[in-house]
Structures are given as structure tokens and as C-alpha cells.
């Protein structure tokens, strides 16, 4: 059963879900650079989100590796 609850407002965690749903999504360095996470973190936060409900989804831009969610908790 996933837990679908959003994540409280002004924190690290919803910092993250406000960049990956901007439309353009968020590379790894600009989800550690909001956070001041190191790159682990943010790639086990990541999962978090997907436990929650979220599709958290992945492209390539170039050589950058970007995720973005869509759908998920309301």
C-alpha cells in the first residue's frame, strides 16, 4: 500500500517535489544544490517520493540525467 500523503510545505523534501514538477524536471546537482544534500541522498529521496505515490520518471538531456514527476499524491 503506498502512503500518498504530500510532503509538509518548506521542507528539503518538498523542495525537491516543487523542482521535479516545474515541467522541466531537475537534474541530480540542482536537486543536491537545494538541499545541500550529497548526491545519495537525493537519489534515496527519490525513491521515497515513488513510495508516496509519485511517478518519478528519468531522461537524458545531452549528458545530464533529468527526472520530473508526474501524477502522485494530491
Known sequence: MSDTRKPREHTKLDRILSLL???TGASLEEMG???GWQPHTVRATLTELRKRGYEVTR???GTTTVWS???GAA
Open 21 to 23: 514538477q516545474t515541467g
Open 69 to 71: 514527476v508526474t501524477g
Open 33 to 35: 544544490e537545494a538541499t
Open 59 to 61: 531522461h537524458t538531456e
